[in-house]
């Protein structure tokens, strides 16, 4: 019988998490699917960004509101250190209520749109914002739906462009998972500086080696009882563990409450939340300064003697994997393999359905129930 993560494909099917496990366990796949298309893609996108990136004039806004969101906080600053144009990640949800802080008219501005349906009402309401507001902006979608609105709107306007993700990207399940990676490794491969393409092949091969290795001890960890999960990561990985916690809240119904700090912030307030019942989990970064000061943070939890566990991901941690010095920006997607595991069989311990925690329709696949407010109404 095939075992997926851990279970069977029929217990996956029967207590509703079929999807989101297979579309955990597919990534690897799915990114080298992505190298491929933007093999394809590489001219025909070089020519629409033209030389943009090199402008100090240029702004470039990453957005998407949820997980999306986080894309392009996870990438933000790596991108925009290697480039003279100003890089921003700026959130649709932040950009509808406060545009004036953000949009210039006379700007020459790139709206990059991080979006797995590419149907939510604030990334359709943050492109028309745009067009109105700043005359000449153009648009990169990097989406996994062809057919959501987004994709379908821009298909025939020179000042956009469409970069569709590989075919098994638009997650079936409520939560993000493959449709998160591929797009972030999208935007750092598309406006990163000289990358090599060879890279997501590499990033493939670990996340194979990793998924392997990890779905036993991922399991174990995720059969244990626990009320609060503590996600900490520095520079990029503070993004990264936003979203890591996003999934332990959303694939358990809210159940077990998730935070997210920096190991340094951590102590300036948020460690109070620790409690017997908590488990904290350290994203451990690349760079070896970075990793002095969350060594420090786990000696401390440890001598606390507080917490449940405390467990590392990451370089040198107890979940590793033998990956190259490469940006934490890069590595993210890798350590987010045990996040979603980790939430998944959280969401199955609970006896929810992982494809739909929320049956009820309290909150939903592609968010309901928002209102879009025209900008000059105020």
Known sequence: M???????????????????????????????????????EQASLAAFLGDALSNPAQRVILTGA??????GEIVV?????????????????????????YLEADAPTLLVSFARSGDSPESLAAVALLRQVVPGARFLNITCNADGKLARQGANDSNTYNLLMPAGSCDRGFAMTSSFTSMLLAALSVLGKDTDLQRLETLAG???QA???????VADLGSQAVQRVVYLGSGPL??????????ILELTGGRVM???????????????????????????SSKPLARQYEDDLLKELQRDSVAQRCLTVGIGGDLSADAPAWPDAWLAPLWLLMAQQYALHQ????????????????????????????????
């Open 2 to 40: 095939t075992t997926l993560l851990q279970r069977d494909i029929q217990t996956w099917r029967d207590i509703g998490g079929l999807h989101t496990a297979e579309e955990i366990a597919h990534q690897p796949a799915i990114w080298r699917a992505l190298a491929a298309i933007l093999r394809d």
């Open 66 to 71: 949820g997980s999306s969101a986080y894309v």
């Open 77 to 101: 600053d790596t991108l925009n250190a290697a480039w003279p144009a100003q890089i921003r990640a700026i959130a649709t949800t932040t950009l509808l209520t406060h545009h004036e802080l």
């Open 206 to 208: 670990l996340g194979e």
């Open 211 to 217: 998924l392997r290795g990890w779905s036993a001890p």
């Open 238 to 247: 503070e993004a990264l563990a936003k979203e890591a916690a996003l999934k």
């Open 258 to 284: 998730a935070m997210a700090n920096t190991p340094l912030g951590f102590r300036h307030g948020p460690k109070s939340a620790v409690t017997t019942e908590s488990l904290v989990i350290l994203l451990r």
């Open 347 to 378: 969401s199955a311990l609970l006896q929810l359905r992982p494809d739909n925690p929320f049956a009820g329709g309290i909150v939903n696949r592609v968010v309901q129930g928002v209102t879009i407010y025209g900008h000059d109404q105020f």
